[in-house]
Every structure is written in structure tokens, then in C-alpha cells.
């Protein structure tokens, strides 16, 4: 079918709608500038100076008096059906599109869903939410659990790219060109058979734009940096609907700035990465029992200190309540690489799968099985430490009673997960450029957390664990001289703020680049939610 609009709560009723009131008229757009602006073909054009100027609240929104924002909302998408160009998705589906979201907490109804095909149905997408003031937020993968960010309630248009997912490799293999909708696992596989790979997600089904805009952490970022030191390209529509490049000679200072700084500067509809010859592989996933801890955070400190310094190795750490997962893996085929020393003689419950040499792509699908994408209502959070053995079993000590207590009233899983990141990912940020994260060029440790639980009415309990978690590692790590204020903004939760956390300099800089770029604040204030500037 023509059309990407998928049409949800259109039909609801006057008596929920919100007023409100502008103070002046639309920044001065007519509704004859409005449609010139969207390069439409005569049947949509006339459509559009039929229907607008007779409409009540369109009246009310240019003359900056009260009006409905259910009706405007609903307008917009109307509008939005009748010159779109993508695929039209049935309303009867709307549910369905909405669960394609990875949380249940992010299962909001919107006033309709677009799903664009291209940059220039995003940059018409953009140009209605302008002229109408309606409020909106993009997904991609939708793997954020943070409420709003990636969708929103009616009244309200959810951007969905999920059909910009493209992945296209250059005659000479160096450089993939993909969608911000395509999943990580289908890039790997895409890419396989030609022997190369990109720095992308480690979870299967991780969507590509979110993750890079928040900076993106590989297993082998260790050699090669953050996800976003290795986009050669971003094509991104701006506020005003100009579809634009930005990279390394071209709009510099927006390269710069969306290399980890989140949705404020433009919608990303194509990356071009840099590949890697990243696709044989070894790795050794392990199971052990929980009174292994101590003995495997002296043995990941250890591997941090010293055996990070070869970077084709990294390590996954993730303690459950039940039993402790570590992941070693090796960017090539290999036996039983010797910086992984400390962790050999401690003895598995199982082996979850023996050493081998085996692929990206093989490696990616089992952590999807051991990850396992549950329906469940899911939360993570984020905090920075120095390498800090000690200090990781006294938080651990804490967390785990808490943790223990709220499952057994709530039935929540949590996990406490060390994510390493040696001085080697800093250094190859500053050496490709440099990015807009600021994260320091020492040896540290990202802390995170993933919380899956079933019912509402626990939202509150389940969050407080991981809350009150994070104040413990700042008070314990800033005794110790090992606290670090950074933030990887992919793990943080909704009331963290990552962008403030990249340091006084970096964040007064994103606002200036987003001033520039976006001088209306379209992003700042009409996009529902995320890592704003304007909340940092």
C-alpha cells in the first residue's frame, strides 16, 4: 500500500482533549508558506489549503488563541495520511506496531504512528509538527524502557523507522551504509559472507539510531572506540525539513555534536560506518554460582588492569540472583588467549557455551538467547567508577539484599551488570575526532542494570533498588576516590542526565551547535521526551 500512517487514537473523544493557548502566530507561517514548504503535488496541495483554512483550531493555532490539542493532533495526521508516501499499516494493527516496543512502560498509545520511507517523508513528518505545534517522538528499535522517549500518548505522532532499513557495503567493503530502523544482527549477518563487520549493538535486536545518537558500546569498542567514532556519515533532517550530511568536512561541528548527543539536533535516516575485519571470532560464555563473586570481580579488576591492554579482548559481567554470567570473547580465532588468565581456573556451574572459535553473527543470536527479550515492563540505570575491586563488592553486598527482597515481593528479576571500558575506548574517540561524551582517558568501569518485572503497581519498589543502588556507589566510590560522574546515556534511566555529566564545556557547546541548528527549539519543545538539552 502508498501510505505509512498507522492511525490510533484519532477518534478520541473532545472531552479528554487538552486547550491550550499561543502567545503568537506560528512564527509567522501562513498556510499557503506552510504547504509551498512541503513540495507537494497539486491533489495533496489542494488538499491541504481546502482543509486548513476553514478548520477552527488551525484558525485558533495562527491567531495564537486556545485550541484543541486532540484536534490539532488528529489534523496532523490526517494530513500526514494524505501526502505520505510510505506504507499504510492498518489500524487495526496499531496495538501490535505499539508492542513492537521492547518495555511494556513504553506501551502508549499515540494519535497516529508514520512510518516513513524515506528522508523526504521524514522532513514532511517534521514540517507538519512544526506548523501544527503537535507533539512527537521518533523510535527506531524502540529498546529504550524510558517512558516517552521513544513513544507517547495521544495527543501526540510517533515517527517510527523501522522501514528506513536499508544496509547497503561499498564496492571495497569499507564502509556500510544502513538505516536507523535495522537491527544489529541483521547488519552482522548482512555483512558476514564479505568477512567484515561494523561497531555496532551487542544485543540482536537493538535498533541503529538510538544507539548511536547515545554514543553505542561494542565488544570491541576496547580497539576501535564508541559506535559513534566509527559513523564516517549522518544523513539527518534538521527542524526546519532540510535533509543534510554531517561528518568529518561537512557540517563538523553537528557531526561532532550528534556522536553521543542524543535527539536534539535532527531525525538520522542513513549512517555510512566504517567496517571492520571483525568476522571469525573465539568466545566462552560461563555460568557460575552467585558465592563466585567475590573470587570473579577480583579476577575482572585484575583483567582490567592488566589484560585490557590488549584490546582484541573484552569481557561481559552480569551477576543475577540465581547465577553469574561472564562472556570472554576475542576479535579472532584463537585458543585460550592469555589475558584472560584470571578467569580460567574459577570453576562454572556450566559451561552456557565451551570455548570455540565461531562468528560475530553466532555470538550476537546466543546473547540474544541469554538476554532473552521477555514482555515484561523493564527499567536499566547507568554510573561510572574507576577500576575499583573492592569497591565493587561492597556495592554488590548492598545491592544484592534489596534486590533479593523486592523479587521476592514482585516476582522482579534484576541483574548488576560491570560493563569495562579501558583507557584504549577515550583514546580512540579523540584520535577519530573526537565526540561530544567527554569520556575520561583512564581505565573505568560502566555500571548498569536491568529490571524486568510484570505489574505497574511496582514500578516505584522495583526503580527504588537501582536508585538507591546509585547513591551507594557515589557515596562508597567518592570515599574511595573512585567515583566518576560520567554517564553512558544508552543505559541511563529517565531521571539521570548524561548530558550535564560530559563536563561544563561540552554541554554549553551542544547547546550553542543546537541554537545553530535548530534556533525554534523544535526538538526542545515539541519532542515529547528524551536526554534534552533542555532538561540537562
Known amino acids: 500500500m502508498k501510505r505509512a500512517l498507522v492511525e490510533g487514537a484519532m477518534s478520541a473523544s473532545s472531552n479528554h482533549a487538552s486547550l491550550v493557548s499561543r502567545q503568537a502566530t506560528n512564527n509567522g507561517t501562513s498556510i499557503n508558506d506552510f504547504v509551498n514548504s512541503l513540495s507537494l503535488d497539486k491533489p495533496e496541495a489542494d488538499f491541504v489549503l481546502r482543509t486548513l483554512p476553514n478548520n477552527r483550531d488551525v484558525k485558533a493555532l495562527l491567531a495564537g488563541q486556545q485550541y484543541d490539542k486532540s484536534s490539532i493532533a488528529r489534523l496532523s495526521c490526517e494530513v500526514l495520511k494524505k501526502i505520505s508516501r510510505g506504507d499504510l499499516v492498518s489500524v487495526n494493527e496499531i496495538q501490535d506496531v505499539i508492542q513492537e516496543s521492547w518495555s511494556e512502560t513504553c506501551w502508549l498509545i499515540p494519535s497516529c504512528i508514520i512510518k516513513p520511507k524515506s528522508a523526504k517523508d521524514v522532513s514532511k513528518a517534521l514540517r507538519i509538527v512544526e506548523f501544527f505545534r503537535t507533539k512527537y517522538a521518533v523510535r527506531s528499535g524502540g529498546h529504550s524502557p524510558n517512558p516517552g522517549f521513544s513513544t507517547l500518548s495521544d495527543p501526540g505522532i510517533l515517527i517510527d523507522m523501522k522501514g528506513l532499513n536499508q544496509i547497503k557495503l561499498s564496492k571495497d567493503n569499507s564502509v556500510a551504509t544502513i538505516g536507523p530502523g535495522v537491527e544489529w544482527l541483521q547488519v552482522y549477518e548482512a555483512l558476514d559472507p564479505y568477512g567484515v563487520s561494523v ?39 534538521l527542524a526546519n525539513g532540510a535533509v543534510v550530511n554531517a561528518n568529518a568536512k561537512t557540517n563538523t561541528d553537528l557531526f561532532w555534536a550528534l556522536k553521543g548527543g542524543g535527539p536534539n539536533y535532527g531525525i538520522v535516516t542513513e549512517l555510512q560506518l566504517y567496517t571492520v575485519p571483525i568476522r571469525n571470532i573465539w568466545y566462552q560464555l560461563g555460568l557460575y554460582s552467585p558465592e563466585k563473586v567475590p573470587e570473579l570481580i577480583d579476577a575482572f579488576a585484575k583483567w582490567q588492569n592488566e589484560g585490557a591492554t590488549d584490546t582484541r579482548g573484552s569481557v561481559g559481567f552480569l551477576i543475577g540472583l540465581e547465577s553469574v554470567f561472564v562472556g570472554l570473547f576475542w576479535d579472532e580465532p584463537a585458543l585460550k588467549p592469555e589475558p584472560f588468565a584470571p578467569f580460567y581456573d574459577i570453576p562454572q556451574i556450566e559451561p552456557a557455551t565451551a570455548p570455540v572459535n565461531s562468528t560475530l553473527v553466532s555470538l ?44 521476592d515481593a514482585t516476582g522482579a528479576n534484576m541483574t548488576f551488570v560491570f560493563q569495562p571500558v579501558p583507557k584504549s575506548v577515550a583514546q580512540q574517540g579523540n584520535a577519530k575526532g573526537g565526540n561530544a561524551m567527554n569520556i575520561p582517558e583512564i581505565n573505568q568501569m560502566w555500571w548498569s542494570t536491568t529490571m524486568d518485572w510484570e505489574h505497574a503497581a511496582d514500578d516505584d519498589a522495583v526503580r527504588a533498588v537501582s536508585i538507591d543502588t546509585t547513591r551507594k556507589w557515589k557515596k562508597l566510590g567518592e570515599a574511595r576516590g573512585s567515583f566518576l560522574p560520567h554517564l553512558f546515556m544508552n543505559d541511563a534511566s529517565r531521571d539521570q542526565n548524561p548530558l550535564a555529566s560530559y563536563g561544563k564545556d561540552n554541554l554549553q557547546r551542544l547547546r550553542q551547535i543546537a541554537a545553530k541548528y535548530d534556533p525554534g527549539q523544535v526538538f526542545q519543545k515539541l519532542q515529547n521526551n528524551g536526554f534534552l538539552l533542555s532538561k540537562a
Open 199 to 237: 561497531i555496532g549493538g551487542r544485543g540482536p535486536t537493538v535498533g541503529a539510531g538510538g544507539f548511536m545518537l547515545g554514543g553505542g558500546y561494542f565488544h570491541w569498542s576496547t580497539k576501535y572506540g564508541m559506535a559513534a567514532d566509527n559513523v564516517k556519515n549522518f544523513e539527518v533532517v
Open 364 to 407: 550476537t543470536q546466543l546473547l540474544g538467547f541469554v538476554g532473552g527479550d521477555v514482555s515484561a515492563r523493564h527499567d536499566y540505570r547507568a554510573l561510572t567508577t574507576k577500576v575499583d575491586a573492592e569497591l565493587y563488592k561492597q556495592v554488590y553486598d548492598y545491592w544484592r539484599p534489596k534486590a533479593q527482597e523486592v523479587h
